[in-house]
């Protein structure tokens, strides 16, 4: 059994981690804080948890919180999650870190797209937590850095092509589809119900988005080679799932079958990873509040290009399941303890 | 460990029991039955189970089916159930059956309301299946009659009020709205996305919809004598969910206050309902995917009114879920075994 | 041609206004104004109207506005209204306010439910604009509160049973849902899309909410004697629309077919009122974006209550649509001119 | 006034057509068909008509529907129209046809795609309806074949591009959104609404949805050769909207302010295409209900490629819409006539 704090538990993905934590049999979730509603029940505030979970959240003191568990999930937003991080890892504690501050390898590439790094020198020390790619260095790792929600859905997607040399690394164009909750849960008009229902749009088109240097890190270490990609996110009415399709251009010739076959040998043996049989394609209603990553694969006989679509639950393979996956690899759990439950469908 | 046939696997209340069986600790799904989709995989048909429950979907055949089977599930519509029924029951199986057919004691009132019954001897052996009731009678129960989502959500809500004799037995009335998932997986243009979404209406306005007969048998049943309600269904464009709103004149004076610490010594101890304190009302959001029944208690200082709000998920605690906490009873394992999960949020 | 200005336009009655207006040919909209976004394009902050109406938003100066326009549309929350209110009327204007600031009759009853009213002197002179019931005092008015959505739905809804006699005045039961715009456009966590879509909740149950003293004064008018509802306001996930189920019990009998025929009298040759045939019931889908309200009437055989559905816009009959309506009574236009347009389905 | 025919009128897009027709000031709509629900009232089947459209629909029968009008809308599926368009045209009458039948210049092409062409001899007379690019000849056409939904949103989402040889014709990759309305009103289980809602997928992915023909057609002769695209469509749940998110290679360098001008003086003075200032993106809900196909355009910086965001409604600029801007040109009226109502937003 393991004492668990949640840090910034009144997000989305806060509360995810407590549904998933909430069923987990090695876990125990001893302390949950909140700068916004200290005091108050989690479950005045997730209403879903009465009864079950009615801890009161506290304010983010580190100390206090180590004192009362060995392992640490921070859900807060960057910059936030730097600024208590390495107080957790002073005292020595595991931290399995949900925001995007200690993805990146490089701190100047970190300034560039976020803002000076206040804690450099523990960047080395982060293993980049996807669990399918990295999961030794993960096991032995104190600080976790869980991956993004879109990065994880195109590094999954893309990962063999790449790993085998298969693909023109010049050439990918990941357009991606996120569901509302990606966006969290403040208060701004942009989120509110009548601004995004019976609506779709882009938003950060031009290679402008935040999840664009983590993804080019991965996928540059598994090319082998420095690339870079086009990137463009979108919103869909809907609350969860992150939707992504992948265009590549071959370097060499193959079939779709040999491609499902590629994939699948890739992937064999991973829980959570789904390769969908040819002409099969993922839906994110598949996933939905599952830890799974539903891939598909097409060659598009006309143009000559690779389609590969991906399918993931944001906030559970793209946040709080992932990082539950990367908590078992820590703690010496079987990997899917507490993440076996199915989709909910419809 | 507790070998079960889902019969009737491709509706929504067939995959919603699969999702809830497959984590269930005590029991092994060994044969599930679809009349259209018989001899694909049930994987094909619901992709959320790919990977978990592979199993083949199979014709209707009773005496096959029980050969690999102890319990049965029934998740047809009304009178194909009771085409089968008897014969599991004859073969000493046990059924938990998901259809309208043994909910009603009266098989005069089951022909008014649906079509005359093919094998009404059966219907006093038939418990209906609402644990917080009744649960030693399930129990010992060889057909337990799970009990529609409407009606659960109604005699839930009410039931405390009625039994203390608090309200006029005449003075029901219950508005009450469903997702669309509860108007089943065929194909009708009805229940089209564009033909639901974004819009709201009401349907079988004016004591037409068949759960009424299930509803009035159980609050009369309650209330010690023959009571009528107005019952109004409308469509809510979301998937799951049943909320009701309830209305009634009391008998004597209470203040909302005392109504809530009488419901929460009514409903002590139950696992899945929950009492919102004074103030607080419930949402379907807040129960989706889970097997809870939230309640709302407020009396309506200037009218005199009480009005009763309570949600539960159409499909768990108004299905599936239902039937998993019925099979719990009938097989002595603990009530709320697998059905544990947290409801999905957001 | 008459000059209008729309004092509160980015909100979602303001730009429902301006999607309206734009489109009437014996109307130019000459200002709009916004306290937090004076300054901007009102197309830079409704991309709807990009190209069509670029005006810049204001401060709300009313001398400043009254110089440019001879109609003054008050889209403001309440109290903002009868700041200005008066001004405008002091300069000859004449105002259609979208606020409750001038519904209610009774300064006092305003106190009781909103805060103490600025301008009570001007209660007397105010019309509340529902056209059917009060069209040629809206004619002669020089300042017109234009009706809340939830009261439009159900005073539609009830009026020929009140003003018959047919029905107990105490025995009304308003059970109502609204689309999340009746919310308004500020950023309120409540109202984000992840909290409101795919759930269904009541709010401020237990005759609380502030439009039932505007229905009780206008039924109690309708009925010739003081009475009291019970109202229950519900929010459902869908932009737009207005639903109400009202229950009341008849003092004599009378079957469907003929409460049908006395509502298609009561409202013969109403432009924007439809009732429905024995056996239809209404859905928002059918009027969104338009004026309509569509009523639907059953006798439940089985309790003897009588069932009244309707069915509105509220940004349309619930409010912009409505006031120009009401705009043209004053203005002398047809009634239904630039209020044509048929409902916007899927 | 022109006497006007909606052949199937009874789907999405007949109903479309009705919904801006009736609002038109020179149409008479004199005969509405359906096979499905001929002898009903079409306001029967769309409620929303009621009290403005209440034709009976009719089985199709050409003759008797030329009688009655001189220009036919043909909103049937395809293979059903070239059964019927030939009649119309023998009998002098204007067609503009909402199917696939008389797109393609290219009969084999059409076979390819679709079946065998049952009159050929008709293609050559046909005239794309895109009347940004064709007004000339759209405006001297007896038959339209008016353009697709996803083609309209992608030609003219890139036809700036091609027909300045801007971009490398091979590197067109067109990622489209749909909402569900594109899929048509037949009872099919993939449409209903708890398929659908709260998820998103693609389909017809690797080359083969048949509206490739089409678009390759246009673009081609946009760019002066043979070219090919990748195009994925995705379904997002929402009623309405075609969303086009397009990557092209740059043959020159150019700035985002520069493609954003040379776009603006492509598209001046067209009524319906807004081009949208450097930085903002548009968004199906911005037109959601009116004719307009809103555009963005952006370039990578670190990749180079050019990125075309668009947005139509599918039922209205994506078909009934567009084909009633074609019958304006046909028939001589202003091309905006009946076509300048704003977006329903929220």
């Known amino acids: 059994m393991v004492k668990v704090a949640v840090v910034g538990a009144s997000g989305y993905t806060g509360v995810e981690l407590l549904r998933i934590l909430y069923c987990h049999p090695e876990v125990a979730v001893t302390c949950v804080t909140s700068e916004q509603s200290a005091g108050k029940r989690i479950s005045e505030v997730f209403p879903t948890l009465r009864g079950r979970c009615d801890l009161v959240l506290?304010?983010?003191?580190?100390?206090?919180?180590?004192?009362?568990?060995?392992l640490i999930f921070t859900a807060l937003p960057h910059k936030a999650a730097m600024?208590?991080?390495?107080?957790?890892?002073?005292?020595?504690?595991?931290?399995?870190?949900?925001?995007?501050?200690?993805?990146?390898?490089?701190?100047?590439?970190?300034?560039?797209?976020?803002?000076?790094?206040?804690?450099?020198?523990?960047?080395p020390k982060a293993?980049?937590?996807?669990?399918?790619?990295?999961?030794?260095?993960?096991a032995k790792a104190r600080l976790v850095a869980n991956p993004g929600?879109?990065?994880t859905s195109i590094i999954l997607g893309v990962a063999p092509l790449l790993k085998k040399r298969l693909i023109d690394p010049a050439s990918i164009i990941a357009d991606s589809k996120s569901g509302v909750s990606g966006a969290g849960r403040s208060a701004k008009v942009d989120n509110l119900y009548c601004e995004v229902n019976d609506g779709f749009k882009a938003y950060g088109v031009g290679g402008v988005h935040r999840h664009i240097p983590e993804i080019e890190q991965e996928l540059s270490e598994l090319a082998g080679e420095?690339?870079?990609?086009?990137?463009?996110?979108?919103?869909?009415p809907m609350d969860r799932g992150i939707f992504s399709t992948i265009y590549a251009t071959?370097?060499?010739?193959?079939?779709?079958?040999?491609?499902?076959?590629?994939?699948?040998?890739?992937?064999?043996?991973?829980p959570f990873v789904r390769v969908l049989p040819v002409g099969q394609v993922p839906s994110t209603a598949h996933v939905r509040g599952s830890n799974f990553c539903d891939i598909g694969i097409t060659v598009d006989q006309r143009t000559g290009r690779v389609i590969v679509v991906s399918a993931i639950d944001n906030l559970v393979k793209g946040?709080?399941?992932?990082?539950?996956?990367?908590?078992?690899?820590?703690?010496?759990?079987?990997?899917?303890?507490?993440?076996?439950?199915?989709?909910?469908?419809p």
């Open 58 to 70: 506290e304010n983010l003191e580190p100390v206090r919180i180590a004192e009362r568990a060995e």
């Open 83 to 123: 600024e208590v991080v390495p107080t957790f890892l002073e005292l020595k504690r595991t931290v399995i870190d949900l925001s995007a501050d200690y993805r990146l390898h490089d701190a100047a590439e970190y300034g560039k797209w976020y803002e000076p790094h206040m804690n450099p020198e523990l960047l």
């Open 127 to 138: 293993v980049y937590g996807l669990p399918e790619l990295r999961r030794d260095k993960i």
């Open 149 to 151: 929600c879109y990065p």
């Open 226 to 236: 420095r690339l870079v990609i086009s990137f463009t996110p979108h919103l869909v």
């Open 250 to 270: 071959p370097l060499k010739k193959a079939t779709t079958e040999q491609l499902v076959k590629l994939y699948e040998t890739f992937y064999h043996g991973e």
């Open 319 to 345: 946040a709080s399941g992932q990082a539950v996956q990367n908590m078992n690899l820590t703690c010496g759990f079987p990997e899917n303890m507490g993440l076996e439950g199915l989709a909910l469908f």
